[in-house]
């Protein structure tokens, strides 16, 4: 198992377009995490997932994001009608039990134009 | 709600003397505490936890770090500090009867100068 990944690593776009990122944790990994940092912040949670279900959604995330986890492996990410404020790097993480620590992967960099 | 803070955005330490990077946390209930780093152009890396039990935890390249309930304070420590440590360094704290996302602080980047 080669770790977290995510696809891709840099996604420039236009304001007002979707853009959609992948994530693939470690395998054996039931929680999968969504978070977004922007440049000298800290990791902003925005979501959280146990196999397919998502159990928590941060505030940050409004009705434009959208996260799924179909079947308890990978995880997509979707941003619709992206706006300027959304440019951050966009990280996932993976645990196998709560109160682990996260195993991240590189991240995306969004930069909306 | 929780939160965690960093005071200090940068440390400078020499290299062979200890080394302190603070964080500060508040939550409702038990935290779990976490250290994080970042190297550049790298992914974040897990350094050690403290869930619970013996306050003085123990982590990856040497560091620890010690958890203060009453100074409401976990913070980062090694020994002797390596010019390769330099990085930025991330604390983050969830409530451990509370929701599974971590709250990270702003970060602190230590520099160790040869």
């Known amino acids: 198992d080669t770790g977290v990944s995510q696809d891709p690593r840099h996604k420039i776009t236009k304001r007002g377009q979707n853009v959609t990122f992948r994530c693939d944790p470690i395998s054996e990994h039931n929680r999968l995490y969504w978070y977004r940092q922007t440049l000298g912040q800290g990791p902003e949670f925005l979501t959280y997932f146990q196999n397919e279900a998502q159990l928590e959604k941060s505030r940050l995330l409004s009705d434009r994001f959208s996260a799924e986890r179909p079947k308890g492996s990978f995880s997509t990410l979707e941003i619709q009608r992206t706006e300027q404020g959304d440019s951050a790097m966009y990280l996932c993480?993976?645990?196998?039990?709560?109160?682990?620590?996260?195993?991240f992967g590189s991240g995306t960099r969004l930069t909306v134009v | 709600a929780q939160s965690v803070a960093q005071p200090e955005d940068q440390v400078n330490v020499a290299e062979g003397n200890p080394l302190t990077v603070k964080c500060t946390y508040s939550?409702?209930?038990?935290?779990?505490l976490f250290w994080y780093v970042q190297y550049p152009n790298r992914g974040l890396q897990f350094l050690l936890k403290?869930?619970?039990?013996?306050?003085l935890v123990k982590g990856s390249y040497g560091f620890e770090a010690e958890f203060n309930k009453s100074q409401t304070s976990f913070h980062l420590k090694k020994p002797s500090a390596l010019v390769s440590d330099s990085a930025l360094y991330f604390c983050a704290v969830r409530s451990g009867g509370g929701a599974d996302g971590l709250t990270f602080g702003k970060g602190t980047h230590l520099i160790i100068q040869p």
């Open positions: 403290y869930i619970t039990g013996d306050n």
């Open positions: 939550v409702s209930g038990n935290p779990y």
């Open positions: 993480a993976s645990s196998l039990n709560t109160g682990d620590g996260y195993t």
